[in-house]
């Protein structure tokens, strides 16, 4: 019953803005650091930002600092991502996924996060 769905993905214009949702139930997100990884056609799997528990410390790779934001409403047990000035190398899916840890999270690896939700697909295309 534990649950991780991604939404808000979709085709965007080069420039765009998309803002993605990751809605847990089952479990409370404000225990959980909260990751957000993309995979491309052909590439590995890739963290790119994250929010912790506790002080809610967030961290962003180079790629998408200044474009991206991590942030929770913990009314609606809700992550979201709001992304900003699209690129096509943005295109991939992108998934969520939570985890209990101890520290921050900008050191976490994919085996660091117990529950992950179906991805959605971000197309950043003229």
């Known amino acids: 019953q534990v649950q991780l769905v991604e939404s808000g993905g979709g085709l965007v214009q080069p420039g765009g803005s998309l803002r993605l949702s990751c809605a847990a139930s089952g479990f409370t997100l404000d225990r959980y650091a909260i990751g957000w990884f993309r995979q491309a056609p052909g590439k590995e799997r890739e963290g790119f930002s994250c929010i912790s528990s506790g002080d809610g410390s967030t961290y962003y790779a180079d790629s998408v600092k200044g474009r991206f934001t991590i942030s929770r409403d913990n009314a609606k047990n809700t992550v979201y991502l709001q992304m900003n000035s699209l690129k096509p190398e943005d295109t991939a899916v992108y998934y969520c996924?939570?985890?209990?840890?101890?520290?921050?999270?900008?050191?976490?690896?994919?085996?660091?996060?117990?529950?992950w939700g179906q991805g959605t697909q971000v197309t950043v295309s003229s």
């Open positions: 996924g939570a985890g209990i840890m101890h520290n921050y999270c900008s050191g976490a690896g994919l085996y660091e996060y117990d529950y």
